[in-house]
T-cell receptor
Framework: AQKITQTQPGMFVQEKEAVTLDCTYD???????LFWYKQPSSGEMIFLIY??????QNATEGRYSLNFQKARKSANLVISASQLGDSAMYFC????????????FGTGTSLTVIP | GAGVSQSPRYKVAKRGQDVALRCDPI?????LFWYQQALGQGPEFLTY????????KSGLPSDRFFAERPEGSVSTLKIQRTQQEDSAVYLC????????????FGDGTRLSIL
């Protein structure tokens, strides 16, 4: 079974600083995908970044990068140069063909950016 | 519209009533997913469609929950004889094809059962 663990219920970061949100996963599948989503207080889930299990390079999308350590089964999200608009819930998720491509989500991390 | 559209945005019902939640996915998206998100939790999978075929309904909590996508586009999640524990946000997501594709989510329907 797939499992996603996010151990940081809440995080604070100073504006313009970088922050790392932790995510570890557990799977026996060889092929899988890892995703990060942002959920502002308005409720929509916004796709941020994707990492495939066979990708050798860490994914980057603008200010977002994914620190993928396959042997440790971790997929931490790094947000550089934090902005006030980054304050939101962040969810790590994984999927695999063996499980029908449904997403398994962690419990989320609430990020607050302090001016 | 360009994104996944869900309606209603908010729904309040009395315990025992039936409710129907609608999802209009992104045009051309083959895969459609329903998730339930309880307060303070991550979304949990309910069911999955590929076109009109419901390929996985293992996450539906009881036989009171029913989902359909008869023409392979719009989907409806129906909850019969609602209970207070059904109160949650119901999220719909769609993706272009199966595989490692990002799922694009709607704004959700916040369901409150009194």
């Amino acid at each position: 079974a797939q499992k996603i663990t996010q151990t940081q219920p809440g995080m604070f970061v100073q504006e313009k600083e970088a922050v790392t949100l932790d995510c570890t996963y557990d799977t026996s599948d060889q092929s899988y995908g890892l995703f990060w989503y942002k959920q502002p207080s308005s409720g929509e889930m916004i796709f941020l970044i994707y990492q495939g299990s066979y990708d050798e390079q860490n994914a980057t999308e603008g200010r977002y990068s994914l620190n993928f350590q396959k042997a440790r089964k971790s997929a931490n999200l790094v947000i550089s140069a934090s902005q006030l608009g980054d304050s939101a819930m962040y969810f790590c998720a994984m999927t695999s063909p063996e499980t029908g491509n449904q997403f398994y989500f962690g419990t989320g991390t609430s990020l607050t950016v302090i001016p | 519209g360009a994104g996944v559209s869900q309606s209603p945005r908010y729904k309040v019902a009395k315990r025992g009533q039936d409710v129907a939640l609608r999802c209009d996915p992104i045009s051309g998206h083959v895969s459609l997913f329903w998730y339930q998100q309880a307060l303070g939790q991550g979304p949990e999978f309910l069911t999955y469609f590929q076109n009109e075929a419901q390929l996985d309904k293992s996450g539906l909590p009881s036989d009171r929950f029913f989902a359909e996508r008869p023409e392979g586009s719009v989907s409806t999640l129906k909850i019969q004889r609602t209970q207070q524990e059904d109160s949650a946000v119901y999220l719909c997501a769609s993706s272009l094809v199966m595989g490692d594709q990002p799922q694009h989510f709607g704004d959700g329907t916040r369901l409150s059962i009194l």
